[in-house]
């Protein structure tokens, strides 16, 4: 897609820290990270978000699950890590390119949903 920000880091016309590259998936830091170790899991294939993902895109889908484990322990995450996937105005998606959020690092994340007591 000629004006989505994650085709133009795949494609290298916007730069980006990349961690991980391959025939179907790129991974790379997160400008504004949330924590010690945040850095994104994005398909190279134009998927706007996870609420357009079909049946064809399961090995992709399964191939970038596989990955998630392997790419956090190399960037640190030796006890834990957290994974998010925004998906729509609701989901409160900012860029519409699906990407699979990996947060992690030393220090245990705040609850995403706060539990009644
Ligand atoms: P989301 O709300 O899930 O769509 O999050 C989009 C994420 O992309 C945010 O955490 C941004 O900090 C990150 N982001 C946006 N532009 C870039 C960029 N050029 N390089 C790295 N991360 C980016």
Do not use: W
């Not at 190399?74 to 409160?92: A, L």
Request: overall charge negative; charged content about 25%; some cysteine.
């Amino acid at each position: 897609m000629d004006n989505c920000v994650f085709c133009k880091i795949v494609r290298g016309e916007i730069p980006s820290e990349r961690i991980y590259e391959d025939t179907e998936v790129f991974a790379f830091h997160d400008i504004h990270p949330a924590a010690q170790v945040h850095f994104m899991l994005i398909p190279k294939l134009h998927i706007g978000s996870l609420a357009e993902v079909e049946d064809k895109h399961r090995s992709l889908l399964g191939e970038m699950m596989v990955l998630v484990p392997k790419l956090a322990r190399e960037q640190g995450c030796m006890d834990g890590f957290r994974t998010v996937i925004n998906t729509g105005r609701v989901g409160g998606q900012e860029v519409y390119h699906l990407h699979i959020h990996v947060i992690g690092g030393r220090d245990r994340l705040p609850a995403m949903i706060p539990h009644p007591k």
